[in-house]
């Protein structure tokens, strides 16, 4: 253990079922000022097309949070011993407009970036991750993305908006925010408005892995794959839809589509970034509302845990 980093409250100083209600009950601080990683959550949920309640999944992830332990016993991964990190809490939002949380969320994140920090970021619905690529682009310039989802986001409209959490793929490559031939879009799968509704991301260079491909298999050599096209020294970025995992392990979201991936594909996924240049991450869409055992949450916070272990520089025990 590392005395030059905050360490997460441990379950033998203090109960897990109390302590400080923070992200793997880490010391909070309002800003990211010398931080390595800044743990955010982003309450958003006006921007979902089908069930609300990822506004609380902030909240929810951190409280299951309290199970996760610092290091991970099959890769060796050290994240507290290795980065900076705390919650910075939650975004303020404009609970009803969210064009004017959109701006608000990307002039949040114009600050941490500012500090040099990382951002590890709670949903919230899916519509979080454009703000946050803006604000990320602005120091990194075009990044390469790895997109985990059911669904590809890539509509030009969602009921004549240009800005939902199922567009925000469509506007961050028109927009020049994400590099199309160093995009992967990985779980994809179920029925669709079009026999082409997937083709639009192929048609930018992304490549797109249906659910069906991942079936029966391990994603490690997917995730090698996806490492050579990127290369390690290009800007990436994370976006972790949780819906893009089966609902018999993640139930609690707002748009299931069954037949997805295991969880156990999606913690090599996350590993699988380690060797990149990770600038950022997001897990998103859980809604607790309708995760009636807490495990959508659990699984989402373990989730993020390993996000925390890709980062490069993360110090790996032995």
């Known amino acids: 253990m590392s005395d030059q980093f905050n360490q997460p409250l441990g379950g033998n100083s203090m109960p897990r079922f109390a302590g400080p209600a923070t992200m793997f009950r880490l010391p909070s601080?309002?800003?990211?000022?010398?931080?390595?990683?800044a743990i955010v959550g982003v309450p958003l949920d006006i921007g979902?097309?089908?069930?609300a309640g990822t506004r609380f999944g902030p909240r929810q992830i951190r409280s299951e949070s309290v199970l996760v332990r610092p290091y991970g016993m099959a890769t060796r991964a050290a994240p507290f011993d290795s980065f900076q990190v705390a919650d910075i809490g939650d975004v303020?939002?404009?609970t009803f407009n969210l064009e004017k949380s959109i701006a608000i969320i990307e002039q949040f994140y114009d600050a941490v970036v500012a500090t040099g920090a990382k951002p590890l970021s709670l949903g919230g619905d899916h519509t979080i991750a454009l703000p946050i690529l803006r604000a990320l682009a602005k120091r990194h310039g075009k990044m390469a993305l790895v997109h985990v989802d059911a669904h590809a986001d890539i509509n030009d409209t969602m009921f004549g908006e240009k800005v939902a959490h199922g567009t925000i793929f469509r506007r961050a490559l028109e927009e020049g925010l994400v590099d199309g031939h160093k995009m992967t879009q990985?779980?994809?799968?179920?029925?669709?408005?079009?026999?082409?509704d997937f083709d639009w991301s192929r048609e930018q260079g992304a490549t797109v892995i249906q659910a069906e491909d991942c079936w029966y298999r391990s994603l490690a050599?997917?995730?090698?794959?996806?490492?050579?096209?990127?290369?390690?020294?290009?800007?990436t970025y994370l976006s972790f839809d949780i819906d893009g995992l089966d609902p018999s392990v993640a139930p609690g979201t707002g748009t299931p589509e069954p037949a997805g991936l295991t969880a156990a594909q999606g913690l090599e996924i996350i590993r699988g970034v380690f060797g990149t240049d990770l600038i950022g991450a997001d897990l998103v869409e859980v809604s607790p509302p309708y995760d009636t055992t807490g495990n959508t949450s659990l699984l989402a916070a373990n989730l993020a845990f390993e996000m925390l272990c890709s980062f490069p520089g993360c110090k790996r025990r032995d």
């Not at 601080?29 to 990683?37: C, E, K, M, P, V």
């Not at 979902?48 to 069930?51: A, D, L, P, Q, V």
């Not at 050599?221 to 800007?235: C, F, H, L, S």
């Open 186 to 196: 990985i779980g994809l799968r179920a029925t669709g408005y079009s026999a082409g």
């Open 221 to 235: 050599p997917v995730m090698d794959e996806v490492r050579q096209r990127i290369g390690p020294d290009t800007p």
């Open 92 to 94: 303020p939002l404009n």
């Open 29 to 37: 601080q309002s800003d990211a000022t010398g931080l390595d990683i």
């Open 48 to 51: 979902t097309s089908n069930r």
